[in-house]
């Protein structure tokens, strides 16, 4: 599997990014910086987590405009997968490549611990390796995690299957003490309408390795590159 990571000013999760690729893959990713607007064609596009630009104006927003999106456009249109986390879901929705948006977390304080995040469905590239229902631990460090769109639209992402992962508590359950920064229904992760471009909040890639808190991140790694490669 073929791979490429966005890189903006203020990106600071692409090197952990890259080891958690490489070590499913087998394969360096190519580094994209964000000035470019070619670069090899690759399997998958990451647009990884920080604080692009610093959050000014709104998280996401300038990084939206960069040169190197409207190719990770141009790609995804052609079926390029991609995956956004944290920084990078946030960037995917100011692009319009993910419907909704990004707010400030509802207690309106960063979030920095795991989280108990349950797998809604295995149908997409990447949580093929996962079963539904399945419950997974896995990092967040956000402070505008908080999802949120209109009722219409929430309601198509549920009724296309296309909500895969939620909050929940350690019992699995959709409560107010799982959601942590208030996200609308606990969603933590969406797909597009092609089901090739995911926007993750929580970091899959700081969960893929035992000696720094788990692996539960890696099945989504396995997965893409068993899809993809």
């Known amino acids: 599997m073929k791979s490429a990571i966005i ?12 080891m958690a690729i490489k070590r499913a893959s087998g394969q360096e990713p190519h580094f994209v910086w964000y000035t470019e607007t070619e670069f090899p064609k690759v399997d ?9 630009y610093g959050d000014y104006l709104r ?19 052609a079926g390029v997968a991609v995956l956004g986390v944290c920084n990078g879901f946030q960037v995917l929705t100011e692009i319009g ?3 909704g948006a990004l707010m400030r977390n509802a207690g309106l304080k960063f979030i920095c611990r795991n989280l108990h995040i349950r797998v809604e469905t295995s149908a997409s590239l990447f949580t093929a390796g996962y079963q539904p229902g399945q419950c997974i631990s896995v990092p967040v460090a956000h402070n505008d995690g908080n999802y949120v769109a209109d009722q219409t639209t929430l309601d198509q992402l549920e009724g296309e ?3 895969v992962f939620r909050y929940v508590d350690a019992d699995g359950e959709t409560t107010a003490q ?7 229904r606990s969603i933590a992760g969406i797909l597009d309408a ?5 926007g993750f909040m ?3 890639e700081n969960a893929t390795d035992p000696a720094v808190g788990g692996t539960d991140g890696q099945a989504l790694f396995d997965g893409l590159v068993k899809a993809l490669s």
């Open 194 to 198: 092609n089901r090739r471009v995911l």
């Open 7 to 18: 890189v903006f000013p203020g990106t600071n999760r692409d090197r952990d990014m890259a």
């Open 202 to 204: 929580p970091h899959p």
């Open 97 to 99: 490549l993910l419907q």
């Open 161 to 163: 299957d296309r909500v």
């Open 59 to 77: 998280a996401g927003a300038m990084a939206a405009r960069a040169p190197a999106m409207r190719t990770v456009v141009e790609r995804a249109s």
């Open 178 to 184: 799982g959601n942590t920064n208030g996200s609308a």
């Open 44 to 52: 998958l596009i990451v647009v990884p987590g920080g604080f692009a």
